[in-house]
């Protein structure tokens, strides 16, 4: 079956303890994504990758890091959790076809709350 | 930055009634995508509309894009309890780096 895996589902961490948010794809997919959705928000881009190796930012990338060493897995890095970081967490990948990022295949979603 | 705004914020109608969301952006597109949440879940992605398309059609779904006033509408037909979700345009701008921008979604409920 086609999906974005993340994991955890749920997470409850600790001001400044590093935590990692694992995001895996299965359909050779070039181009990853995380978002935040916060409500009255709604979904901000933190870093996005468009393929191994090719990582930037997006609209709120402080505090955050990525890396993309394989295609298929794209995780998400907090150094040092804030309570402001507390949100919930979506990865997504994509195939890209000329200038044009096709839909997203979103994973189910990482509630983290940071204390 | 927020591309894409829906409106209504929120929508409540009953089954068998028709749903119309609408979507507003700011710079030129390569395409415009409609996705459905359901409570805190991933989005599902529904639709996608070219630039250069003005209508697409999907089931019960109907799409339109109108890019000389920046603007999109979602037309559910025949709404079911199962259609209540929050519904949320995504763009694809023509500049600027690579990312779908997503606006801050419709809730819309279905009453049996």
């Known amino acids: 079956e086609a999906q974005v895996t993340q994991n955890p589902r749920y997470l409850i961490t600790v001001t400044g303890k590093k935590l990692t948010v694992t995001c895996s794809q299965n359909?050779?997919?070039?181009?990853m994504s995380w978002y935040r959705q916060d409500p009255g928000l709604g979904l901000r881009q933190i870093y996005y990758?468009?393929?191994?190796?090719?990582?930037d930012k997006g609209d709120v990338p402080e505090g955050y890091k990525v890396s993309r060493k394989e295609k298929r897995n794209f995780p998400l890095i907090l150094e040092s959790p804030s309570p402001n970081q507390t949100s919930l967490y979506f990865c997504?990948?994509?195939?890209?076809?000329?200038?044009?990022?096709?839909?997203?295949?979103f994973g189910s979603g990482t509630r983290l709350t940071v204390v | 930055s927020q591309q894409g705004e829906e409106d209504p914020q929120a929508l409540s109608i009953q089954e068998g009634e028709n749903a119309t969301m609408n979507c507003s952006y700011k710079?030129?597109?390569?395409?415009l995508q409609w996705y459905r949440q359901n409570s805190g879940r991933g989005l599902v992605h529904l639709i996608l509309?070219?630039?250069?398309?003005r209508e697409k059609h999907s089931g019960r779904l109907r799409v339109t894009l109108d890019t000389s006033k920046k603007s999109s509408s979602l037309l559910i037909t025949a709404s079911r309890a199962a259609d209540t979700a929050s519904y949320f345009c995504?763009?694809?701008?023509?500049?600027?780096?690579?990312?779908?921008?997503f606006g801050k979604g419709t809730m819309l409920l279905v009453s049996p």
């Open positions: 997504a990948s994509s195939f890209r076809a000329g200038q044009g990022i096709y839909g997203y295949t």
């Open positions: 359909m050779n997919h070039e181009y």
């Open positions: 990758s468009m393929n191994v190796e090719v990582t």
């Open positions: 710079t030129s597109i390569n395409n």
């Open positions: 509309i070219r630039s250069n398309e």
């Open positions: 995504a763009t694809d701008a023509q500049s600027g780096y690579s990312t779908l921008t």
